[in-house]
């Protein structure tokens, strides 16, 4: 066991959500400093519903969601400076340039950062005179998280940002996390992609049905839920078949 205890930085308690044919169910978990924690779960399991949640994008029937210890619906808007979050849906003006987009955002960031920005740009290979239908599905998500970056958000909450990148974008994605995180950025992201989570998670929150069904440090998931020699890949599918026992 270890000798401190690493501060969660967002608690979700008690999230509902219901629609005609899928019900979110007193989804709870939280979410720690400069750990990466993998949401997983199979389409339609309640991943983006929640995350849309976490963010009021979508309005939660009852529930509780503190940032930084506050409650987020009293204090949006503040809480917001310090959160990167990638949705997906982010309306990306089909005719606009990268460079007006941000041009625009960057004024309602305090914190934004233009030399860190002019670094992700580089990293992520984006062209800023690029317009957005230009931009493949990957290339959109590396601009979200461009913005993300450059305001230094301390909560990155991203729905499936490896999904649309090739293999060699989604390890250079996964190498950044990993180096953001020991700058004490806490990263929450959603996937289907098993093997994002062996590459970099810390933790695990796994999602069926709409109800949290294990939400435990990566160790601890396989060491509750693995068979021998069994991968995580293996064991989540076995899992997903309902054959909880180890
Ligand atoms: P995931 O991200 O895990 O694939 P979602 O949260 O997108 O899952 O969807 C969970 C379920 O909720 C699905 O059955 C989906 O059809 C349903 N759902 C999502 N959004 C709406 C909505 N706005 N109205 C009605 N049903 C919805």
């Known amino acids: ?85 990638s949705t997906g849906t982010i309306a990306w003006y089909p005719r606009k340039r990268l460079k007006d987009v941000v041009e625009v955002v960057k004024r309602f960031y305090d914190t934004w950062d233009e ?17 957005a239908r230009e931009l493949s599905e990957g290339m959109k998500v ?33 190498g950044l996390f990993k180096r953001l995180k020991k700058e004490g950025v806490a990263i929450f992201f959603s996937t289907h992609i098993i093997s994002d989570l062996e590459k970099c998670a810390d933790n695990i929150v796994y999602i069926t049905n709409g109800e949290i069904a294990a939400s435990l440090s990566n160790e601890a998931f396989f060491n509750t839920y693995s068979k021998d020699g069994e991968s995580l890949e293996d064991c989540i599918l076995r899992l997903e078949r309902g054959e909880f026992n180890a």
């Open 142 to 174: 590396k601009c979200n998280l461009l913005i993300a970056l450059s305001h230094k958000a301390k909560v990155l909450i991203l729905d499936e940002p490896t999904s649309g990148l090739d293999p060699f974008s989604r390890d250079e994605l996964l």
């Open 115 to 131: 030399s860190a920005y002019l670094k992700y740009l580089e990293m992520f290979g984006l062209d800023p005179s690029k317009t």
């Open 1 to 85: 066991m270890k000798g401190y205890c690493i501060m969660s930085i967002v608690e979700i308690k008690n999230l509902n959500k219901t629609y005609p044919s899928f019900r979110l169910k007193d989804v709870s978990f939280s979410i720690k400093e400069g750990e990466i924690t993998g949401f997983v779960g199979r389409n339609g399991s309640g991943k983006t519903t929640t995350i849309k949640s976490m963010l009021n994008l979508v309005h939660p029937d009852s529930g509780e969601i503190t940032y930084f210890g506050k409650s987020f619906i009293e204090n949006e808007t503040e809480i917001k400076q310090m959160l990167g979050y």
